[in-house]
């Protein structure tokens, strides 16, 4: 019986190990150009990579509808997407993996500034253009030439802001005195609130008032949420990108009546999943800075893109890979090869600054400098407004006026 | 062929299987793979030391792999420096992690020293955080690739990961055949007993550590610079690697160097299989297989497949060969009249008290051994004989009163120190060492002589010459007969070559047959020059064998002189013995 049991175990373990091979992808027609997207699609960031698929297979989509890569005869592009899964061993794997199995032309990817910095680690030494919407310094500090950062980096990023939003109360009367750091300690706030606390507060002659840090999960919002209640700092930086610990500082928020103005420190706050969780009235006014979202004259795109997917609003994830895709398109027409290195160069010499090639970005021109930086990539401020997020600096490009705090 | 050269002809081949393999594979995915093969098979390896052999799991092992990387890192970053000579500076700082992490977390004992170990991963990864390391990326020297450990031709990481798992193995095994493997196994076993034979637990078990510490250190700091290229406190202090080093070994095995090679050599490859596999058309169910994958093995054989082979390869070869021994033990009688006692003290207790909470177990018990005499403790159950024994043999560290040996005084040191000056002891319960043979059960016994393997192997086989178990070498503890098990423990005890012999309870659970060859065994003892203190119960042995006795009852000394003269005694008698012994033993005397 037990013997049995345990030829049956073998016999079911061999079929899971063997099943899966045999439904792999079929090959596709040799002309096609194969675009790499290494992004976690399982594991804690799943979400996020699912998101970056969706656009990338928008923007594929419309490529090849309209006849695919014109200086290659029309060629289409093929999406070779691989999983990073939750580390960078994983990550690096996936990369690996995907751009030795087969001629890649290009790739984009991995969402964890961590995982890109693996990732592009590896497009360096094979030689693959690589595209990245992760904003730590350190990705283009390195002296690459395969990689390309379209997003501001972390540390402009906090300079940026600061400026928009000081710049912002100033107009509406509310000149900021006292601010705020609050926050977990991944990678990305961390850099975003080591120059703050650095130069760039006493520089304003801005006073920081609370500096609470903690490595995440969060045991209690409590304590945090009272120190804001009695310094009431006119703006407070919030960096709580790990979900559950941001659902219980903001409900902590709401139930104490904290007043100051919250500005989060990324793309994280503005998922969907927020107004699911606590509602829009907790969300409303609150503002976040993001490397990308869909700016004024991007209706269509979005509802084609909410038309597609179901989701109920565009943000950078899926916005930034599609431009990069897109981009990648413009570099292979420019130069009118499918060769990694030639798509390189045109990468390195590209200057456009109109189509959907350039639609996630701000300002709206694609220009690269030596490090792979996107030469005057300018942060956005996102604002929660019943329920969804929109665009509301640079006025230029908000898709809604800013709701100044009560 | 002798068995030493054996395994590091295994060694060997292994390396050049490894070396075929990183020269026949060609894509450079599959390079990484065999990276990670050899990489997490020495972290395996470097767990093994201490969690294997030494059985003191440790669940925060990547410590040392995070200090490794981060060391060498940023040695890079900060000053330039190669990290081949980072390296050097990464095992240093691990091996001083170790101690320091070992001098607090060796005072608790199994689970809770693996509990503790969690610790000290999360709070490097919090201090790393705090320095503002939460990435640091390789900065690539395009001029000196070799020199920087970046080499394009990804078989060159191939060659530094087997150098990494053929320096693991070599110090794996050097461990596995020096006296520290065979204390560290014995540890693993019966720590009590290991210290009781000579072996010092503390400082095999931080030795261990520190040299485990070393293969982790490298591991580190090459998967860096080989699989990464970044460093995050997530990815080297992260629960992954202690859980990808865990399921290496326990796939493959602890406690053998072969256990965490095949272990990776499995599970390594399958894991990227599925990666490649499902893992790309179906995100998310390469874990589930893998999971599945991981439970299915671990059914089949649950010490490892390395034990789980060798089993059934070892119960095919032995079938049939299931004999029992044929002769009876049969001991010589010693010479007829033994060297007697020399009236010189040996042992000298004064004055003994030991109190658990509210219990005294020992109230101001004082008496002396003379050489070369048997003496006898008796008592009822509860009296305190066991707990004088353990105050003797330094298990215990009495309340008062002071205990000399040879004229020194010995009250507080370690067991392994008293053995190392003369002090032998057996067992109650006997205390074996179950995954050792019967003779290596014995060498650990000789290693409180000997430092080298061979000679602690010859003076093992001698005690067991003695004791009449020479046919038993290669079994294992469990399939012994109790008389057996006795006198496979009274030849370890006299493998320490000791001046003093304790022996608690020798004649317990001995049949008739038994109690004569023991009796006969424990006076051969003497006869070679020992003296020996018994505990038992059974009065009537005891009159054949004691030149005298000391009497305990309630933690005091009840009497103490010849057996006629102390079985005759009105408060003994009372006490132990009861008024029956009185009717039937004392009536002749009177």
């Known amino acids: 019986m037990k013997r049995s049991l345990s030829r049956m175990l073998i016999v079911a373990l061999a079929l899971a190990l063997v099943v899966p091979v045999l439904f792999m992808g079929q090959a596709p027609a040799a002309d096609d150009v ?11 960031w799943a979400r996020q990579g699912q998101l970056k698929k969706m656009g990338a297979d928008m923007a594929i989509e419309e490529i090849n509808g309209q006849g695919g890569i014109k200086a290659l005869g029309g060629a289409r592009i093929v999406l070779r997407e691989a999983d990073a899964g939750d580390s960078v061993e994983k990550a690096v794997s996936a990369a690996q993996r995907v751009l030795t199995r087969e001629k890649i032309s290009a790739g984009i990817g991995s969402w964890l500034s961590s995982f890109t910095l693996g990732v592009t680690e590896v497009a360096e030494r094979l030689q693959v253009p690589w595209l990245s919407l992760s904003y730590a310094d350190s990705i283009t500090e390195r ?16 300079e940026q802001a600061l400026d928009l939003v000081t710049d912002l109360a100033k107009k509406n009367n509310r000149p900021i005195k006292k601010a705020g750091i609050v926050g977990d300690n991944t990678a990305a706030s961390m850099f975003f609130y080591k120059p703050l606390r650095e130069k ?15 490595t995440p999960p969060l045991a209690d919002a409590t304590a945090i949420v009272q120190k804001l209640r009695s310094t009431q700092p006119d703006i407070v930086f919030y960096g709580a990108t790990n979900f559950p610990d941001s659902i219980q500082v903001l409900q902590k928020i709401k139930e104490f009546s904290v007043k100051s103005p919250i500005q989060g420190v990324g793309a994280w706050l503005v998922t969907p999943e927020y107004v699911k969780t606590v509602g829009k009235d907790t969300l409303d006014n609150i503002q976040t800075v993001v490397a990308a979202h869909p700016m004024k004259g991007q209706e269509e795109l979005v ?21 990069h895709v897109w981009l990648i398109k413009e570099a292979i027409e420019q130069a009118k090869s499918a060769d990694p290195k030639a798509i390189r160069d045109a990468l390195a010499k590209i200057d456009i600054s109109s189509g959907p090639a350039v639609s996630a ?28 997020p929109y665009t509301v600096v640079p006025i230029a490009v908000a898709t809604r006026p800013i709701a100044w705090h009560r | 062929m002798p068995s030493r050269a054996r395994g590091w002809i295994a060694i060997i081949v292994v390396v050049a299987v490894g070396l075929a393999a990183s020269f026949v594979v060609q894509e450079r995915y599959h390079h990484r793979v065999l990276t990670l093969v050899f990489l997490w098979a020495s972290m395996g390896l470097a767990w093994n030391i201490i969690s294997g052999y030494a059985g003191q799991i440790s669940f925060g092992h990547q410590a040392f792999f995070g200090i490794g990387a981060y060391v060498t890192v940023l040695l890079v970053v900060k000053l330039g420096l190669t990290p081949w000579l980072g390296m050097i500076a990464a095992v240093a700082a691990a091996v001083l992690a170790a101690v320091l992490i070992g001098l607090p977390t060796f005072r608790l004992a199994g689970i809770y020293f693996g509990l503790a170990t969690l610790a000290y991963p999360l709070i490097l990864r919090i201090v790393m955080d705090w320095l503002g390391y939460q990435e640091v990326a390789i900065p690539m020297k395009r001029e000196h690739l070799g020199w920087f450990m970046q080499f394009s031709e990804p078989r060159s990481f191939d060659l530094v990961a087997l150098g990494v798992l053929a320096g693991s193995l070599a110090l794996s095994y050097r461990i596995e055949t020096s006296r520290l493997g065979y204390w560290l196994r014995a540890i693993r076993e019966n720590e009590q007993a290991a210290e009781a034979m000579g072996a010092d637990s503390f400082r095999c078990k931080m030795a261990a550590y520190m040299l485990s510490a070393v293969p982790a250190a490298v591991a580190g700091a090459v998967y860096i610079h080989a699989i990464l290229f970044i460093v995050t406190p997530e990815a080297v202090f992260g629960l992954l690697v202690i859980s990808q080093t865990l399921v290496v070994c326990l796939v493959g095995g602890t406690g053998t160097m072969w256990g965490p090679v095949i272990g990776a050599a499995v599970m390594v490859p399958v894991s990227e299989i599925l990666d490649t596999t499902v893992g790309d058309s179906l995100p998310g169910i390469q874990g589930v297989v893998y999971g599945a994958a991981l439970i299915l093995i671990i059914l089949f054989a649950p010490e490892g497949l390395y034990w789980g082979v060798l089993q059934r390869f070892r119960a095919r070869r032995s079938r049939g060969a299931e004999g029992v021994r044929a002769a009876p033990i049969v001991v010589a009688q010693p010479p007829a009249h033994p060297g007697a006692a020399t009236g010189d ?58 205990v000399r040996f040879r004229g020194q005084t010995v009250t507080g040191l370690l067991p392994s120190a008293l053995c190392r000056r003369g002090v032998g002891r ?66 370890r005890c006299l493998a320490t070559s000791p001046r003093l012999v304790l022996l608690d309870e020798p004649l317990a659970g001995l049949s008739a047959d038994g109690v004569d060859v023991m009796i006969t065994m424990i006076r051969r003892v003497r006869a070679t020059g020992m003296t020996v203190v018994i505990i038992e119960h059974t009065m009537q042995a005891l009159l054949k064998l004691a030149d005298r006795l000391v009497v305990l009852d309630q933690g005091r000394r009840l009497a103490e002189g010849p057996p006629g003269r102390v079985t005759q005694d009105r408060a003994v008698i009372e006490a132990y013995l009861g008024k029956r012994w009185l009717a039937r033993a004392g009536a002749p005397a009177c």
């Open chain 1, 34 to 44: 194969k675009i790499a997207l290494v992004a976690p699609l399982s594991g804690r």
């Open chain 1, 361 to 388: 970005f701000y300002p709206p021109r694609v220009r690269f400098d030596e490090r792979g930086r996107r030469i005057g990539a300018t942060p956005l401020i996102v604002q929660w407004q019943d329920g969804e």
């Open chain 2, 426 to 491: 057996t067992f109650q319960v006997v205390r074996t060492f179950p995954h050792l043979t019967v003779l290596e059960n014995v060498m650990v016994g000789a290693f409180a002589r000997e430092a080298a393997v061979d000679r602690a192997r010859a003076r093992a086989a001698s005690a067991l010459q003695d004791v009449s178990l020479a046919d038993r070498a290669e079994a294992l503890p469990g399939g012994l007969t109790t008389l057996e098990l006795r006198l496979m423990e009274l030849a």
């Open chain 2, 345 to 402: 003290v040996l042992l000298d207790v004064r004055g003994i008290s030991k109190a658990f909470l509210g219990l005294q177990a020992l109230s101001d018990v004082s008496f002396d051994v003379k050489e070369r005499e048997i003496l006898g403790v008796i008592g009822p159950n509860g009296a305190g004989k066991t707990t004088l024994f353990n105050v003797l043999n330094g298990f215990l560290v009495p309340d008062h009163g002071e």
């Open chain 1, 143 to 158: 002296g690459f030439k395969y990689t390309f950062q379209t997003s501001p980096v972390s540390s402009l990023q906090a």
């Open chain 1, 303 to 323: 509802k084609k893109f909410k038309q597609r997917t179901g989701e109920p609003f565009m943000t950078q994830d899926p916005l930034c890979t599609y431009a």
């Open chain 1, 200 to 214: 760039l507060l006493a520089a304003k002659g801005i006073e920081l008032v609370v500096d609470d840090v903690w």
